[in-house]
């Protein structure tokens, strides 16, 4: 209907003529004009004026009707489908190409199932028949009839590039990516001349700078040999393999010439497993005696002394043992024996002059711990008196001519070590998160390298342990076409059956990747490793002679100890070492040598150990490298405090009793001053568990909140010394039981370890004529007995609710593991301070000022405690001296 007829129906009666005749006409009119405009609109307009752009195409719009628009439509989609489809196939055909390729550089033929072997056989059908259907294209395009022009030429075919918009910021960007994804490794098969191409998000780019030669003769037949090739089938062929093996006879001919010897040789020469067997079969160990050999770790003094009784073919502590810390795996039949050079440290107290032993080998010399230092004088000394003895100083490392000059200008036996060369690959940037650089390493040689296993070197636990999560979780991403990587960790803390994992054979068509600490770097030969990376950092431990404070910290290596971890590599084939920072900063950056422990470290125990043998001349002690002044001085500070030494710095009687316990001097007060507090039972077991702290809670990724629960039910009110002590008797009220460790999450090896620990530690309290006796109801006296060995380490509420160090006025924190870690008490009493983020106590315990002055009135003063004894907030204390000793 109308609009003019829907108007006059609703017109009513009231209405005039006059009115509805005026609306009619005036409707008339609109009507007209818009038809007059419409017709118009049609007409084609020669004359358009300038800037009426907008204008023509909204008059371009008007001129489709509703028919034409419908028409019209259509066929636009069509077309632009059609386009669409092209390019789409265009797109999909290179990328079918692309996956296929990178499937058959990846993944070789024998590790496929049988479906994923139809796929690529599917695969490859599909890109055959899309490539022969643009042939036919190309061809039905090229053989087709072109209308003739007026002249009678054919018309050319046009170029479809001409046409083209240009190339996006986009695509630009995008085609950058691409091709920068396409991995060409660096370090390439020489043999082959192949270069390996891998599909990576991330990728590290090496730049091979140098390479250590080897020593292989016929280096031909060799390096043709894969370490799967040529495997060493008996003992036998294995030790003739070894580099030392064709100097035996000149090396036992310079031993019995000379009665010291400096050994210089490669890790792996065979210089700590053969050397003790060659003296045996000398004759050596006639009389009884005994071929010593020094491990500056117990992991090492372990595992070298599980592999030279294999080869002999004797029993584990018969003919060949070891006795590190807290365990003794020796006999009267041991003739080759291995320990720490802290065990050997100790045994000069009960034999100072080494009488049962016809040849003392100082092994891993270049490592510089404390105790070696302290060997070399003291070995040095008895080598003046005892003609008989044989010395012999094995390094790894060129420091061989600073040794022979302090022993007097001995000579120097040089052992070549490395039998294949290794090429060394830095980077082409610094690399800003190490660890993660280290997983896309171990993925880039995995997928592009030849066999071989790799050694990756990281600083501690909590770096192997995110490094072990990273690279799971990517080879699970990747799937199941990555041949099998297995990874192993290995440091401290690991329970010795896991890290005897990294010495089993890898099956084959594996790979195996080892993530260790520097522990592996000197002291340990794992074999078939052929790939390092070395990111060039390591854990060190250091003394802070002025505030007191000892704090383990992350460092760069040396260029000794780069070399060192380099030379892992060509020991079963040539090798390559992958750093992870630049060749600048290698000759730059990097100092040439570690300093040594001696100088970064306190000297309490050591100068414990140095009175007890009746050296009293610190000083003037022969030194390889003296250790500072302020180091030595405050050791004897602390042991005068402690009651060890006199105002003449002379050992006294409960100093004498000290000696005897293989602790750290405050640890061993202790234990002593437990009898005074009847509580030497309890004691004893702190004590255990304190020196296996570190590896007791169990603590997995997947279990957190478990974990964590299991041990707030394990403490209790006082602190963390007592949490231990908690820990300790449950386990011993549940018969020691395995499944007990299992639900608390506690780590059963660490208990089994410190109950041995506590037996000996019980037997050396007898030695020295302790009486045993428990207060275990009581648990006051326990903390004092704490307190009279630990008074140095104390530390007080400040009025900003922060804690510092009771002398020192150092800042610091109470760890967050610790069961006080909620709560504030006014004075604590910590075993130790670790430094990573921020200055840490660990295993802290809540005492009173008072006791303070009952068990250390010669360290503290009434004025500096009667604060916090009158129930005030602690004053800002130190101002009476910088030390507060009387």
Same mark, same amino acid.
């Given at each position: 209907?109308?609009k003019y ?8 009666d009231s ?8 609306v009619?006409?005036?409707e008339?009119?609109?009507f007209a ?13 020669i ?6 752009g907008?204008v023509?195409a ?9 028919v034409?628009?419908e ?15 092209a390019?789409r ?6 990328e079918?190409?692309?996956d ?18 139809r796929?690529r ?18 061809l ?13 030429k054919?018309?050319p075919?046009q170029d479809?590039?001409?046409n083209?918009?240009p190339?996006?910021e ?13 991995f060409?490794?660096g370090?390439k ?10 599909l990576l998000?991330?990728e ?7 390479q250590?030669p ?14 799967q090739?040529k495997?060493?089938t008996?003992i ?5 393999s070894?580099p030392i093996?064709p100097?035996?006879?000149?090396l ?9 010897l ?10 700590t ?6 003296l045996?079969e ?8 005994? +071929?010593?050999c ?7 003094a ?8 294999h ?6 502590g018969?003919?060949v043992?070891?006795a ?9 039949r041991? @003739? ?8 050997l ?8 002059d080494?009488?049962?032993y016809?040849?003392? +080998?100082?092994?891993e010399?270049?490592?510089r ?8 004088g003291l ?5 003046k008196f005892?003609?008989?003895l ?8 060129l420091?061989a ?12 036996f040089?052992?070549?070590?490395r039998?294949?060369?290794v ?9 800003a998160d190490?660890i993660?650089?280290c ?6 040689i995995?997928?592009t390298?030849p066999h ?6 990281l600083t501690g636990?909590d ?15 990747l799937?199941s076409k ?5 990874i ?13 994992? +990294? ?13 260790a ?23 060190q431990?250091n003394f802070?002679s002025?505030?007191?404070?000892e ?12 070399n060192q @971890? ?8 040539p090798?390559?070492c ?14 040439d040598?570690?300093?040594p422990?001696i ?19 610190l ?11 302020e180091?030595?001085v405050?050791?004897?500070e ?6 060890a ?10 100093g004498?009793?000290?000696a ?10 202790m234990? +002593? ?14 004590a255990?568990?304190?020196s296996?702290?570190?590896a007791?809670?169990y603590?997995?990724?997947?279990k957190?909140?478990?974990a964590?629960?299991?041990?707030k039910?394990f403490?209790?009110p ?11 008797n ?12 299992y ?24 030695r020295?004529?302790?009486?045993l ?33 009771a ?5 610091v ?5 610790s ?8 004075w604590?009493?910590?075993h130790e ?5 921020k200055e ?21 003063k009434p ?10 907030m ?10 507060g000793?009387?």
């Amino acid at each position: 209907m109308s609009k003019y007829s829907k108007r006059k129906s609703s017109s009513d009666d009231s209405d005039s003529e006059e009115e509805r005749r005026k609306v009619d006409i005036k409707e008339r009119d609109e009507f007209a004009k818009r038809l007059k405009e419409k017709d118009e609109s049609k007409v084609r307009k020669i004359a358009v004026p300038a800037g009426s752009g907008a204008v023509e195409a909204a008059k371009r719009l008007k001129l489709m009707d509703d028919v034409a628009r419908e028409d019209l439509i259509p066929k636009l989609r069509v077309e632009s489908r059609r386009m669409y489809l092209a390019k789409r196939k265009e797109d999909k055909v290179q990328e079918l190409e692309a996956d296929i390729v990178d499937d058959e550089y990846l993944f070789d033929e024998g590790i496929l199932t049988e479906a994923e072997k139809r796929d690529r056989a599917h695969k490859k059908q599909v890109l055959q028949l899309a490539k022969e259907h643009e042939k036919a294209r190309e061809l039905e395009r090229i053989q087709r009839y072109r209308m003739p022009l007026q002249d009678g030429k054919i018309e050319p075919e046009q170029d479809i590039t001409e046409n083209e918009p240009p190339q996006s910021e986009q695509s630009k960007w995008e085609s950058d990516q691409m091709s920068s994804a396409v991995f060409k490794f660096g370090a390439k098969d020489k043999k082959a001349q192949q270069e390996y191409e891998l599909l990576l998000d991330d990728e590290i780019e090496f730049v091979q700078a140098l390479q250590m030669p080897g020593i292989v003769k016929d280096k031909k037949k060799e390096s043709s040999q894969t370490p799967q090739a040529k495997v060493l089938t008996t003992i036998e062929e294995t030790q003739k393999s070894l580099p030392i093996y064709p100097f035996k006879k000149d090396l036992i001919a310079a031993i019995r010439d000379h009665q010291v010897l400096i050994i210089e040789g490669e890790t792996g020469s065979g210089k700590t497993t053969q050397i003790p067997q060659y003296l045996y079969e000398a004759g050596y160990t006639d009389g009884d005696k005994i +071929i010593g050999c020094t491990q500056p770790r117990r992991v090492a003094a372990m595992s070298v002394a599980a592999r030279v009784a294999h080869e002999m073919a004797v029993k584990l502590g018969n003919e060949v043992g070891y006795a590190i810390r807290f365990e003794d795996c020796t006999s009267q039949r041991t @003739r080759i024996k291995y320990m720490t050079d802290g065990t050997l440290h100790r045994e000069f107290l009960s034999e100072p002059d080494l009488a049962s032993y016809s040849v003392m +080998i100082i092994d891993e010399a270049h490592e510089r711990t404390l105790h070696t230092d302290i060997l070399f004088g003291l070995v040095k000394d008895i080598t003046k008196f005892r003609s008989d003895l044989k010395l012999l100083i094995s390094s790894a490392t060129l420091d061989a001519t600073k040794f022979s000059e302090f022993f007097d200008d001995a000579p120097i036996f040089r052992i070549p070590g490395r039998r294949f060369p290794v090429d060394i690959y830095y980077t082409k940037a610094p690399e800003a998160d190490y660890i993660d650089a280290c997983v896309v390493s171990i993925l880039q040689i995995h997928a592009t390298q030849p066999h071989g296993d790799i050694l990756v070197f990281l600083t501690g636990q909590d770096e192997i342990e995110t490094c072990q999560e990273m690279l799971q979780e990517r080879v699970r991403r990747l799937g199941s076409k990555l041949s099998e990587l297995i990874i192993l960790p290995v440091y401290a803390n690991l329970p010795s059956d896991m890290q005897a994992r +990294i010495f089993m054979p890898t099956p084959i068509g594996a790979r195996k990747v080892v993530l260790a600490t520097n522990i592996a770097e000197t002291s340990l030969t794992i074999d078939n490793i052929v790939y390092v990376i070395d990111p060039g950092f390591a854990k060190q431990n250091n003394f802070n002679s002025r505030t007191g404070m000892e704090s383990l910290m992350v460092v760069p290596i040396s260029k000794a100890s780069a070399n060192q @971890r380099a030379g892992r590599a060509g020991r079963v084939a040539p090798g390559k070492c992958f750093r992870l920072y630049t060749a600048w900063a290698y000759k730059h950056e990097l100092e040439d040598n570690t300093v040594p422990e001696i100088q970064r470290i306190n000297l309490g125990n050591a100068v414990l150990t140095l009175k007890a043998l009746g050296i009293n001349d610190l000083v003037h002690f022969d030194f390889l490298d003296p250790p500072p002044h302020e180091t030595l001085v405050l050791a004897l500070e602390q042991l005068y405090a402690l009651g060890a030494l006199n105002h003449h710095g002379e050992l006294t009687k409960l100093g004498r009793r000290m000696a005897e316990f293989p602790l750290d001097p405050m640890m061993a007060k202790m234990l +002593i001053a437990s009898e005074k507090y009847r509580c030497s039972e309890e004691i004893a077991t702190i004590a255990a568990m304190l020196s296996v702290n570190g590896a007791i809670f169990y603590r997995p990724k997947d279990k957190l909140i478990h974990a964590d629960t299991a041990r707030k039910n394990f403490h209790v009110p006082g602190g963390d010394h007592l949490t231990l002590l908690n820990v300790y008797n449950q386990w011993q009220q549940c018969d020691f039981s395995t499944h007990w460790c299992y639900e608390n999450f506690i780590q059963h090896r660490s208990m089994k370890r410190a109950r041995d620990v506590r037996d000996q530690l019980v037997g050396l309290m007898q030695r020295v004529e302790m009486d045993l006796v428990s207060g275990i109801t009581e648990t006051i006296n326990i903390r004092k007995a704490i307190t009279a060995g630990y008074f140095y380490h104390v530390a007080r509420l400040s009025k900003g609710g922060n804690y510092k160090t009771a002398k020192h006025n150092q800042t610091v924190s109470i760890h967050p593991n610790s069961s006080l870690f909620q709560e504030l008490p006014r004075w604590l009493l910590y075993h130790e301070l670790v430094f990573t983020t921020k200055e840490f106590m660990r295993q802290v315990t809540e005492i009173e000022s008072k006791w303070l002055l009952e068990v250390a009135p010669h360290y503290y003063k009434p004025k500096e405690l009667e604060d916090s004894t009158n129930k005030k907030m602690p004053k800002e204390i130190g101002r009476s001296g910088p030390d507060g000793t009387n």
